[in-house]
T-cell receptor, first 112, second 113 residues
């Protein structure tokens, strides 16, 4: 079975632009979470969605938003990009909110 | 709020050496505890987990025991291999569920043949 897939793999943007990152969960998984991993640090929780409803939000500004679609795939949007948004963005899926999360390989976002 | 403190790295060991990576946590309620591993250029892979006090998680020769009295979840392996070289993350989740993982800063492990 395919794992969690994220697209694109790499992305380069400039300050002030907007970006959309995409995630397809493992088949049958209904929960999707997003994390930001700055170089040399552990991942930081951004959002969790379950059955298309937001279940949690981390300490990130309103420039960050997300949604989950009827097929359980998800998008993470970031507006007004800052240099500090440069990071690896990881998506994770799980069967439900009680099962372990499985991570994709991430989207590396670079802001120039 | 919840937090995880991991042993500072990097850690360099010879093949077949004994490994310990320390992890302590601060949390309210009854968190689940996890170790994830990240190989270069990849996402995180779940290595092992424990959901309640005194549980021992194990996988691929790695072990960790959920110690509520010392709020610790140290990772151990009796004989490391070159293929174990990676970054290891300790993490906890809120209460019984697996929501909102809180990660440590990671420990880079390098095994020398």
């Amino acid at each position: 079975d395919a794992g969690v897939t994220q697209s694109p793999t790499h992305l380069i943007k400039t300050r002030g632009q907007q970006v959309t990152l995409r995630c397809s969960p493992i088949s049958g998984h209904k929960s999707v979470s997003w994390y930001q991993q700055v170089l040399g640090q552990g991942p930081q929780f951004i959002f969790q969605y379950y059955e298309k409803e937001e279940r949690g939000r981390g300490n990130f500004p309103d420039r960050f938003s997300a949604r989950q679609f009827p097929n359980y795939s998800s998008e993470l949007n970031v507006n007004a990009l800052l240099l500090g948004d440069s990071a690896l963005y990881l998506c994770a899926s799980s069967l439900d909110i009680y099962q372990p999360q499985h991570f994709g390989d991430g989207t590396r976002l670079s802001i120039l | 709020g919840n937090s995880v403190t991991q042993m500072e790295g990097p850690v360099t060991l010879s093949e077949e050496a004994f490994l310990t990576i320390n992890c302590t946590y601060t949390a309210t309620g009854y968190p689940s505890l996890f170790w994830y591993v990240q190989y270069p250029g990849e996402g995180l892979q779940l290595l092992l987990k424990a959901t309640k006090a005194d549980d021992k998680g194990s996988n691929k020769g790695f072990e960790a025991t959920y110690r509520k009295e010392t709020t610790s979840f140290h990772l151990e392996k009796g004989s490391v291999q070159v293929s174990d070289s990676a970054v290891y993350f300790c993490a906890l989740s809120d209460n019984f569920g697996n929501e909102k993982l809180t990660f440590g800063t990671g420990t880079r492990l390098t095994i020398i043949p």
